[in-house]
């Protein structure tokens, strides 16, 4: 994950999304999924490319013991700062520089390992296999890419017609997205294959932002994004809905049936 170091250039930009109507939407939906799968006893996890710490700060909220790790020292600092704004939090949270094979907590295991916009730029296969070895008995994988089955969709609705034919007739694996990265996209099913190769359980995955991803500039009073989120959320793991949704959720669990139903 080292290579990840200069999506620091980007982290503004990111950091912005997250606060938009649309990186409202992807956050809202994968920690209610992810929060789900959790016991309601508090959990460690681990936040791999953790960022200026969105996820880590939510699941911190919800009273759970977080580990932020990102390559980036930048971005960390980032994290930290909007951690100084919560101090409550504090003590259920550490940050770490360090990238996927880091060595700060390899002999740990956690209840849930999350590592949610990251796997878009690593080998797919051995950040699954690094990233399972993590996870602790009854615990859950937690992984949120591009969705490879949707490439060409966002580039349709925009009107961007050539474009979206370019990605659909060539059946592109990659394309590039809004913070200017060229990403690439993976299957639900191949990454549930990775996750059952390591031993792990796969749960029902998820779509993510199926019918707003398209919407630069949305800025919904609070009565419409409450009725988009719901929306959403009601067509993430229902076909042929979620397959179309521009990232995709998957939920593995070590050793363990499924707790409950998202």
């Not at 992807?26 to 460690?44: I, Q, S, T, W, Y």
Request: hydrophobic content about 40%; overall charge neutral.
């Amino acid at each position: 994950m080292d290579a990840l170091t200069g999506f620091a250039s980007v982290g503004a930009a990111y950091s912005a999304h997250s606060l938009s109507a649309r990186g409202r939407l992807r956050h809202d939906l994968v920690a209610r999924r992810l929060l789900a799968e959790l016991p309601a006893r508090p959990a460690r996890v681990l936040d791999v490319g953790c960022g200026d710490g969105e996820m880590t700060l939510r699941l911190a909220a919800a009273g759970h013991h977080v580990t932020g790790v990102d390559p980036s020292a930048e971005i960390l600092r980032a994290a930290a700062r909007r951690l100084s704004a919560r101090p409550d939090l504090a003590p259920r949270i550490r940050l770490l520089e360090a990238g996927i094979d880091g060595r700060p907590f390899e002999r740990e295991r956690f209840d849930a390992v999350c590592c949610h916009g990251v796997l878009m730029h690593l080998d797919a296969a051995d950040a699954i296999g690094r990233l399972a070895g993590l996870v602790a008995r009854g615990g859950v994988l937690s992984i949120l890419t591009e969705n490879r089955a949707a490439i060409g969709f966002r580039e349709a609705l925009r009107g961007e017609y050539r474009a979206a034919r370019g990605l659909i007739e060539q059946g592109a694996a990659a394309s590039r997205g809004n913070l200017g990265l060229q990403t690439r996209g993976d299957t639900a099913e191949a990454l549930d294959e990775l996750a059952a190769g390591h031993g792990l359980s796969p749960l029902p995955w998820q779509g993510v932002r199926i019918f707003h991803d398209h919407h630069v500039d949305w800025t919904p009073d609070p009565e419409e994004y409450a009725q988009a989120l719901q929306t959403e959320w009601a067509a993430s793991t229902r076909d042929p809905y979620r397959q179309l949704g521009r990232l995709v959720h998957t939920v593995a669990r070590h050793g363990a049936e499924r707790r409950t139903t998202p």
